[in-house]
């Protein structure tokens, strides 16, 4: 099942996106706009939207909700170049290119909070699921994102409920091909890469998909 992460028109908004969060930084001072989230996401906007709820045209997904140390942790990540630095992620080097404008913990940290308190908003993002991603989600997924999909603060797994299926498939086809999780320093992305081999097939991983995209967020 492998997708690819090319989408020019996302890559350039995270770009515009990028250099609008440098403007943001010089204007404000970085002491400042690291305690603030809500001026620190205002060029995030561009492609996650205003209020955090992602954007299928730009393939950006929603952020409202999600617990704010995994938000901190893959902003961390991209910073730090275990996520975004692989061959074909194009939309993570573009995602990347914003986060090393981040440069300071307590800022991540604090943009993280932000998105965490937004409320999640619904969209059409849930399918129907069926028997044999059940199965398999209860069987293999549930350990650490819930029964019910809304993740494992504890255990570091994010909330799936919510996400585009599109996003989903994106996500799982990376860490099947080691386009993410296979970085040195990204040890719950290798937990997760390893979790993905477990399915068997392309068409499971699609139901699996399915099925928690059809969970109620």
Not at 160 to 172: D, K, S
Not at 193 to 206: C, E, F, I, K, Q
Request: with cysteine; net charge positive.
């Amino acid at each position: 099942m492998r997708r690819s992460d090319a989408n020019p028109g996302a890559r350039g908004a995270l770009r515009r996106a990028a250099l609008g969060l440098v403007v943001l930084l010089a204007a404000t001072g970085a002491r400042a706009a690291a305690s603030d989230g809500h001026a620190l996401y205002a060029p995030c906007a561009a492609c996650h939207g205003v209020h955090a709820e992602g954007s299928t045209s730009t393939g950006a997904p929603p952020l409202a909700g999600l617990d704010a140390a995994y938000v901190a942790r893959q902003l961390n990540g991209f910073a730090s170049g275990w996520r975004g630095t692989a061959a074909g992620d194009s939309m993570g080097a573009a995602m990347r290119a914003m986060a090393v404008a981040i440069r300071d913990d307590a800022a991540r940290t604090a943009l993280g909070r932000y998105v965490a308190g937004l409320p999640l908003r619904s969209g059409a993002w849930g399918v129907q699921g069926n028997d044999n991603g059940r199965n398999y989600w209860n069987a293999i997924c549930s350990a650490c994102h819930g029964a019910n999909g809304k993740g494992n603060e504890a255990l570091g797994a994010p909330r799936l409920t919510g996400m585009p299926v599109a996003y989903l498939q994106r996500q799982f086809a990376a860490f099947r091909s080691g386009t993410r999780g296979a970085a040195a320093g990204d040890r719950l992305g290798a937990q997760m890469r390893a979790v993905a081999g477990m399915l068997p097939d392309a068409r499971t991983a699609d139901d699996v998909i399915g099925y928690v995209a059809g969970l109620a967020p």
